[in-house]
């Protein structure tokens, strides 16, 4: 840690929470490299991987390593050091620290710490999904890894399944056909989604289909083998609207037909249950 002050890049006494590309150095930001050039230490997720990137930026920096299994161990000292007037950078791996990765405990301490921090937004593969996908972004839910294990993994798609948020996770390229396809049973196989494949990278690849139809074209893609996937599944279909619908179409269907044949058209017209229109019509109708 150098006694220098900060420069003008960094405030001293801050913490930064600097945003790194996800595979394609371009998408460094200016500013991400001006503040990591002025801080006084880099806190990373690997201190080797981080280490490679500012060399390639051509700035030496002391570096000091927080991950999963060190943070809590880590924060004291970090804080120490943001107290004691240094400027200090948190990067990880790749793309924004915290979205799936190290810093919660961090800047959990830093917040009971009444302590600056400072976004260097930037890279983050769920964010780059969701702006190409072309499923709707009014409201999403980013859910990241869901269970290895694929028992958890199901019951976990299936409280998520009546979600009407846009939902975003990541997957290792292991599990991916397997994902889909449970992810088709939980959501049902026309479900609109999009798998976006090494993002910003040379082999990036983006599907944007049906689960049903994903599954089929992810797993027959042989580039499939290698690669970061991040999945972006459409909410489920708004029941309430969907519910008002049928409702307006069976009540002109039975003021005109029998129950069962006015149930049978409503359900091909709207895409509801059969079931749910023959409730509605033999209410319409009375009798039948
Ligand atoms: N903090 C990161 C971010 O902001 O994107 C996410 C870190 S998480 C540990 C790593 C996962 O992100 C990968 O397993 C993959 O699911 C996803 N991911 C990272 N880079 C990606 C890329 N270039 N294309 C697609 N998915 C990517």
Not at 4 to 18: D, E, H, M, N
Not at 107 to 132: F, H, K, M, T, Y
Not at 220 to 234: L, Q, W
């Amino acid at each position: 840690m150098s006694g220098v002050a900060p420069s003008a890049a960094v405030r001293a006494g801050t913490l930064y929470v600097v945003a790194t590309p996800i595979g394609n150095l371009g998408d460094l930001s200016p500013r991400a490299r001006d503040v990591l050039a002025a801080v006084d230490l880099v806190a990373a997720e690997d201190t080797r991987h981080a280490g490679q990137l500012l060399t390639t930026l051509g700035i030496a920096k002391p570096l000091v390593s927080l991950h999963e299994h060190n943070e809590e161990a880590r924060v004291e000292g970090i804080v120490a050091a943001l107290a004691g007037g240094r400027a200090v950078a948190l990067v990880s791996d790749a793309g924004t620290p915290l979205i799936s990765d190290p810093g919660y405990r961090l800047l959990a301490a830093v917040r009971a710490a009444s302590l600056d921090v400072s976004p260097v937004p930037g890279p983050c593969a769920a964010i780059a999904l969701l702006s190409v996908a072309g499923l709707p972004t009014d409201h999403f839910r980013f859910e990241g890894f869901l269970p290895a294990r694929r028992e958890a993994r199901r019951e976990r798609l299936a409280a998520l399944a009546r979600s009407p948020a846009t939902l975003v996770f990541h997957e290792s390229v292991h599990r991916i056909g397997e994902w889909l396809e449970d992810a088709g049973e939980a959501f049902g196989a026309d479900r609109p989604a999009a798998v976006g494949r090494e993002l910003t990278k040379l082999h990036e690849t983006i599907y944007r289909a049906s689960l049903g139809e994903l599954r089929e074209s992810v797993t027959a893609d042989p580039s499939r083998v290698r690669g970061e996937y991040t999945i972006a599944v459409a909410g489920a279909p708004d029941e309430a609207a969907g519910d008002a619908e049928l409702a307006r179409v069976v009540g002109i269907l039975a003021a005109e037909l029998p129950a069962s044949q006015a149930a049978g058209l409503a359900a091909r017209l709207t895409g509801r249950p059969r079931r749910d229109a023959y409730a509605l019509a033999i209410r319409a109708r009375g009798t039948d």
